[in-house]
């Protein structure tokens, strides 16, 4: 079975690359990376390059035609060689693949129209441009072709923070507000918003909204990132409750510096927990921030890095 992964200047490399590290691993699959012209293709932000080996001119068949997001992928809405390159080869797939506005590529390819798929929320505008049904949902399979939302997880947990913690936390506390502090487009914010949930858009200073929150929540459900925003909440000696996902690779501890719960009912009580008991929020305040100075100051940065290249210049 063959794979073939089409990337382009702009791409979303988290959009390939998670695709990529699912299907490459399932035995007897031959996978390609090909793009528009062989050769280092940057992705959108610009400090990172693919290598695609082949042209896409140059592939005549596939099985798995995969077509990721990013940025560039809106010029390529309008590159007629580029669409036809998918049309021929589409016509030799078993199952041809969108993710992000990488289903929107496939939509003005004319290969969606008169089906239903889903997108990044910010861009499903454009399914319905290209004659598809856009779908609120994280993936979705129409006959050959399976279309994915992307780079979501934000949202997923503002939804679920929004639509299954908050009116658990209001039955005892009928005044607690969620305020959501985030990048994100018109339509994805205002999917957000409630009467007693606010969405903010891009801030230039995440510090006050920090400093007002009585609770700061992370409730992350899927996917993978720095955690930059549980580091500046600990930071800030702020009471936290985190999902498991949300707060690994940073080195706390339930009950410790914070509280970690999962589903929908433990979250609340949690939340409720720390309101009810300004003593336990304290506590686990002032231990997580006790933690970020030790573990996540400048210096122990640079000890860290130290340590990197002491092993790079012993390995040399």
Known sequence: MKLTMVIFDGVTSLDAIGGYEVLSRIPGMETEWVAPQAGIVAADTRVLGVLAWRALADVERTDILYVPGGPGGA???????????????????????????????????????????????????????????????RYHRDGKYVTGAGVSASLDAALFLADEVLPRVRETHPDARVVVVGRGGPDELNHVRRPSVEATDEVPDVRPYLARAEVVAVPILAGSGTRFKVVEGLAMAKPMVSTTVGCEGIGVEHRKHLLIADSAEDFASAIVQLFDDAAVGASLGQAGREFVEREYSWGRAGERLQALYDVVLEAR
């Open 75 to 137: 010029l390529l809405e309008t590159d007629e060689e580029f669409l036809g390159h998918l049309r021929r080869l589409d016509a030799t797939s078993t199952w041809t693949v969108g993710v992000c506005n990488g289903g929107a590529t496939l939509a003005a390819a004319g290969l969606l129209k008169g089906r239903k798929a889903t997108t990044n929320w910010f861009y499903q505008h454009r399914l319905a441009d290209f004659g598809a049904e856009f779908l609120p949902v």
